[in-house]
């Protein structure tokens, strides 16, 4: 086995070996804190710099080109009209990092299109991607279970103490190697999209036990996160079924339940993301026979924070306060008298003069109202475009498809874009490498479906 292993490393190339690596280490977010850039900066960029190199060389030396990659208008125009909020921003070196940030990102969908040039290297990262994504799914599991008989986090769990009076069992969520516990669910998010795919696969048995397998193991470790992102998983994993050309009585069954998960689900989150909805307080008077409820109605503290959002946008229309400039320029919008009552949930002893203890945790919790506030409603609509001939692309690949695997299998993509873009309702979607490796694999697929002539047809 180890015989084997090393001759395949040796017979790839430079660029594939890259690749791989790459795909390692996108999960290892525990890195250390730099000066200014903090925790930004991963062991996965280091590799991308290499590749980069390498895809600059032969751009210069004419064996690349930026005429046959799928969207680049629309991607160029976003960055150029990201570039107007700079204008507002009080901090240049800040917002230059938020920009190369984007930058960066954008320039992976680029490297990724033009280096991923057959289906056998296309297919074997994906196997890649889910080994990886399979380990991590099952060392998180048995390490939560583990931390619950414990009583104790352990270093893939995490305990966060800041939500102060919140029950420990809520707040006890796996995290990975991961920074943060959202950060693994979106991960786990593009893994289960992979997991369709590979179960898709036509006259293979084992790679269709392998796919759904995954797609378990990760719906399981999602769910431990206890994020609401579990809710735009929950919205690919029934398209994923809805999509299915099989038709039986237990795929039926799984479609319907899948079905009503997600509804209830996509529901809940958005609702949890305004209002509290516990504790219910139920009161019984003996003397009356009446029995009184309670329910608390304060407003969650994502729900302020979203307020704080429009506001400045209603103050910067047009290009926004800056990239990265959102955090700082909202501790001007935040007033004892508005926090108190979310904040008090959880703080009982909270004081006007600790206020500021909860201006350095203030994020937008939402891509679309972020980039609203940070680039103005000209970014917002730029990003807006992108996403739409995004999906646009898959769609029409879609309708133009003949070959039923090759269909489901820009379905399932598209779902799982579609479950993102619901999250990005509450999170941040625009930063996650994970995100855009999945646009470029889409994108990928498709552009060598139509090229079929020209690319390598073998499957590993």
């Not at 921003?89 to 800040?94: I, S």
């Not at 339940?257 to 609702?271: D, K, P, T």
């Not at 309702?425 to 060598?448: C, E, H, K, P, Q």
């Amino acid at each position: 086995m180890l015989h084997q292993i090393s001759d395949f490393i040796k017979k790839i190339s430079l660029t594939e070996k890259l690749l791989y690596l790459y795909i390692i280490l996108i999960p290892v977010m525990r890195v250390p804190y730099l000066p200014f850039v903090g925790q930004k900066i991963q062991y996965s960029d280091i590799v991308f710099l290499l590749l980069f190199f390498i895809w600059l060389v032969q751009l210069i030396k004419g064996g690349r080109s930026f005429l046959n990659l799928p969207l680049k208008f629309s991607l160029g125009g976003m960055l150029i009209v990201f570039l107007f909020s700079f204008v507002h921003t009080e901090h240049l070196a800040r917002s230059g990092l938020e920009y190369a940030g984007i930058l960066y990102l954008v320039s992976l969908y680029v490297v990724l299109c033009q280096t991923v040039d057959s289906q056998a290297v296309w297919w074997r990262l994906i196997k890649c991607w889910c080994l990886v994504s399979l380990l991590i799914a099952l060392t998180g599991i048995g390490a939560y279970f583990i931390s619950v008989i414990s009583g104790h986090p352990n270093f893939l769990v995490v305990d966060h103490e800041f939500l102060g009076n919140a029950n420990q069992e809520l707040v006890l969520r796996l995290a990975s190697i991961f920074r943060h516990p959202a950060m693994l669910t979106m991960y786990l998010h593009t893994t289960i999209v992979f997991g369709f795919v590979l179960a898709a696969r036509k006259n293979n048995g084992k790679w269709c036990f392998w796919g759904y397998s995954i797609v378990v193991l990760c719906f399981i470790a999602a769910l431990l996160t206890k994020t609401r992102c579990n809710a735009g998983i929950a919205f690919t994993i029934f398209c994923g079924l809805a999509f299915m050309p099989k038709e039986n009585i237990y795929i039926l069954i799984l479609r319907y339940a899948s079905f009503i998960y997600a509804l209830v689900l996509m529901i809940a989150v958005v609702f949890l993301t305004v209002w509290w909805i516990f504790p219910v307080h139920v009161q019984r008077n003996l003397e009356r026979q009446t029995v009184t409820i309670e329910l608390n109605s304060a407003h969650q503290p994502y729900f302020m924070q979203h307020m704080i959002e429009t506001k400045i946008i209603r103050d910067f229309p047009w290009v926004g306060v800056g990239m990265g400039m959102s955090n700082d320029k909202a501790i001007d919008y935040i007033h004892y008298r508005d926090i108190e009552k979310p904040f008090r949930m959880l703080y009982p002893d909270l004081r006007e003069d600790q206020v500021s203890r909860y201006k350095t945790s203030i994020d937008p919790h939402s891509m679309y109202l972020g980039i609203a506030a940070e680039t103005g409603l000209l970014g917002l609509t730029a990003l807006l475009f992108f996403l739409f001939r995004t999906v646009c692309f898959f769609c029409k690949a879609i309708k133009q498809e003949i070959n039923i695997e090759n269909r489901y299998i820009n379905q399932i993509i598209l779902a799982g874009l579609g479950g993102f873009l619901f999250n990005a309702l509450y999170v941040d979607m625009l930063t996650v490498r994970s995100f855009w490796f999945l646009i470029a694999m889409g994108v990928i697929y498709i552009s060598i479906s139509r090229h079929k002539e020209t690319g390598l047809e073998e499957r590993g």
